[in-house]
């Protein structure tokens, strides 16, 4: 971990400050909040300052995923070479959907909010766009899985994970 950590200070890490790094990481697909708080934690982040970048980077993209993503997956089908990774991207969203469709508001809720591979806000959005789920909603149950999902990963990061790294 060490290496890692210097390996940053040396070079991304004399561009960029810490926060925006940590923002930037929290906004990308699979990574999100999640990601962010590791490496906020690995970089000595205090830890609000990691959750306010960490939870504005993951909340973000929501409402752009939610409004567009149907379309874009649309769009990539027709073209050559992109059309099978945008329909594997699909069947994998709806491989996912069992919990979200049959408890819509808090089976959104529990998926982005429960930090396990696979789940997350970006993949709580696409099912939800998928499932025809109204925006308001979709946005408020995720709203609510980034706050469950920051509270066990800062106690995971900030207090027994946090401890043995630190």
């Known amino acids: ?11 991304i890490g004399t561009h960029i400050p810490r ?3 940590v923002f930037i ?14 490496v906020a934690r690995l970089l000595d982040l205090p830890m609000w300052r990691a959750i306010f970048f960490c939870v504005v980077g993951n909340i973000i993209p929501i409402p752009f995923v939610l409004l567009f993503i149907k379309q874009i997956l649309k769009w990539l089908k027709k073209i050559p070479g992109l059309g099978k990774v945008a329909q594997k991207i699909e069947d994998r969203a709806m491989s996912k959907k069992d919990g979200v469709e ?15 591979p696979g789940t997350g806000a970006w993949t709580g959005s696409l099912v ?9 909603k979709a946005v408020v149950a995720e ?9 066990i990963m800062s106690l995971l990061m900030y207090g027994l994970v946090g401890n043995v790294i630190g």
Do not use: H, Q
Request: hydrophobic letters at 55%; aromatic letters at 8%; a negative charge.
């Open 1 to 11: 971990m060490d290496a890692i950590v210097n390996w940053y200070m040396s070079t």
């Open 19 to 21: 926060e925006l790094s």
């Open 25 to 38: 990481i929290s906004m990308c697909p699979i990574l999100e909040l999640r990601g962010g708080l590791i």
């Open 102 to 116: 049959k408890a819509e508001f808090w089976g959104l809720v529990a998926f982005v909010g429960i930090p396990l």
């Open 128 to 136: 939800a766009s998928l499932l025809d789920v109204k925006i308001k």
């Open 143 to 151: 709203l609510l899985g980034i706050c469950i999902a920051t509270v």
